[in-house]
């Protein structure tokens, strides 16, 4: 059985975009896995991991991190005609939304969350998230989330502007087909609602407000 190495907080509070990208992928594969529990300072001290991120998967003794390498290779190793999320026709497609999601969303979310995920954490883990954010950006997370909030035409509201528009003529990213491109994106707004309330999604923006349901409805049944 795949062992999946999730990045958590307090109370095993799962909120990593990208691992969920990977729980969605198996979940819609229904291929079986072991959540392994992982915080931010267990993985820097367990000399499993070395230069490995979260999500990170042991597959019959085979370790591998990226939630796009594992995605791929889960796609091309429990190979099922009837849930095809990854294919030869539609690799450069999600390639795409991988690095725009990676690029622009997840920067856009993280402005208006980067402190509020400080709360869902231990204290050790608070202290290493901190103290790490703080020389990543250069100013304490209080100060970049609270000076980022007070942007009016912000980047997330951008983001959310241009995808309510790509989903105006179809139901999903790539079309009328779920992808993995959909799994990418889920999982960073999944990623802002389990820490914050300041990645809700506007009224305005029907369309990306209809492919989240149409998302959420999948894998509720």
Not at 105 to 118: A, G, H, P, T
Request: charged fraction near 25%; include cysteine; hydrophobic fraction near 40%.
């Amino acid at each position: 059985m795949i062992k999946l190495y999730d990045l958590v907080g307090k109370d095993n509070l799962s909120f990593s975009p990208y691992c969920w990208r990977i729980k969605y992928l198996l979940n819609y594969k229904k291929i079986p896995y072991q959540i392994i529990p992982t915080t931010f300072t267990a993985r820097i001290k367990n000399n499993f991991f070395g230069e490995s991120r979260l999500p990170t998967i042991l597959d019959n003794n085979e370790k591998i991190s990226d939630s796009f390498v594992i995605a791929k290779y889960i796609e091309k190793k429990y190979f099922d005609h009837s849930s095809i999320l990854i294919s030869s026709s539609n690799i450069d497609s999600i390639t795409f939304i991988n690095n725009w999601a990676d690029t622009f969303l997840n920067k856009s979310i993280v402005q208006r969350i980067l402190n509020d995920i400080s709360f869902h954490l231990d204290e050790d883990d608070r202290d290493y998230f901190i103290t790490s954010r703080t020389n990543r950006f250069g100013e304490h997370p209080r100060d970049y989330q609270a000076k980022n909030l007070l942007i009016i035409n912000n980047e997330f509201l951008q983001n959310c502007k241009f995808l309510n528009i790509h989903l105006s003529d179809r139901t999903f990213i790539l079309g009328d087909k779920i992808s993995y491109a959909d799994l990418i994106l889920a999982g960073s707004f999944l990623w802002g609602e389990k820490v914050s309330t300041n990645t809700r999604i506007d009224d305005m923006f029907e369309h990306l407000l209809k492919w989240k349901e149409e998302i959420k409805n999948i894998f509720e049944n």
